[in-house]
């Protein structure tokens, strides 16, 4: 009577599980070309007549919970490299001051040449908004330097 199949058995059988040995090592490879590859956007500054103080303070708050707003004399008023109409404001600021569990600190970097007009108008805007931390930059704190986080 023959044996079927020969008397022999298969050593090996088909693996019923992805093997995950290397799945860290391709995460971390997949990390460092994100990060080697990925462009992070820096703020392009305006040329404006910065107005002159005597004395300054240092905003002392996390770098992503700052939003400046820039008037130039003309009433064009940008947000964070944005071309805002001043009666948009408010909408564009009140979801950013939520979003930031009401830490947000409004910067105003207005011109020296600007109508007050125009800065009074932006002021209205943050108030409807609901911003209550609001800063105006001038020149010197321009050359303060501020310490990085």
């Not at 298969?10 to 860290?24: D, F, L, N, V």
């Not at 460092?32 to 990925?38: G, W, Y």
């Not at 943050?126 to 020149?139: D, I, M, N, W, Y």
Request: glycine share 4%; aromatic share 8%; with cysteine.
């Amino acid at each position: 009577m023959p044996i079927r199949g020969g008397g022999f058995q298969r050593k090996s059988k088909a693996a019923s599980q992805i093997p995950t040995c290397s799945m860290a090592d391709i995460a971390f490879l997949l990390l460092i070309f994100f990060m080697v590859s990925t462009a992070f956007r820096t703020e392009r500054s305006r040329i404006i007549a910065w107005p002159v103080a005597e004395a300054t303070e240092k905003i002392d708050e996390k770098r992503q919970n700052i939003v400046h707003l820039w008037i130039h004399a003309d009433g064009q008023v940008w947000i964070n490299d944005q071309l805002v109409p001043i009666p948009q404001v408010s909408n564009v600021v009140a979801p950013l001051y939520v979003a930031t569990d009401r830490r947000l600190v409004v910067a105003i970097r207005g011109d020296r040449e600007a109508p007050y007009r125009f800065v009074d108008a932006v002021q209205k805007e943050l108030q409807e908004a609901g911003a209550v931390r609001v800063t105006f930059a001038t020149r010197l704190e321009q050359m303060v330097t501020r310490e990085v986080r």
